[in-house]
């Protein structure tokens, strides 16, 4: 009934930039938080950053450590979508980033934890 899809995965050289875009499409009702998660090969899957819905224009957003400074998460609530601008991007980068978001169904009423299917993000040295 929801879909997270994600996009803008790729290859790209180190030091470049990537804009990674997550819709969620279904029997929506509302989006609570949403946030972007990185799993590289034989590592634990890992918060790179989350952002609130606040009820208002205001959002409180939280970066890794890693990454702070140089990726930018943001969402567009019309579109049930949310983004995240990578700038600067380092070899380390390299990994599946994986889109989740905690959704209110129409069917429901009540907020589950929903994961996209996953983008490759490959940056080469």
């Known amino acids: 009934q929801v879909q997270l899809v994600e996009s803008g995965g790729g290859l790209v050289q180190a030091g470049g930039s990537l804009r990674l875009s997550c819709a969620a499409s279904?029997?929506?009702?509302?989006?609570?938080?949403m946030a972007w998660y990185r799993q590289a090969p034989g590592k634990q899957r890992e918060l790179v950053a989350s952002i609130t819905s606040g009820g208002s224009v205001v959002y409180v957003t939280n970066y890794a450590g890693s990454v702070k400074g140089r990726f930018t998460i943001s969402r567009d609530n019309a579109k049930n979508t949310v983004y995240l601008q990578m700038n600067s991007l380092k070899p380390e980068d390299t990994a599946v980033y994986y889109c989740n978001a905690e959704i209110i169904t129409i069917a429901t009423m009540w907020g589950r934890g929903y994961w996209g299917q996953g983008t490759q993000v490959t940056v080469s040295s």
């Open positions: 279904g029997s929506i009702f509302s989006i609570n938080a």
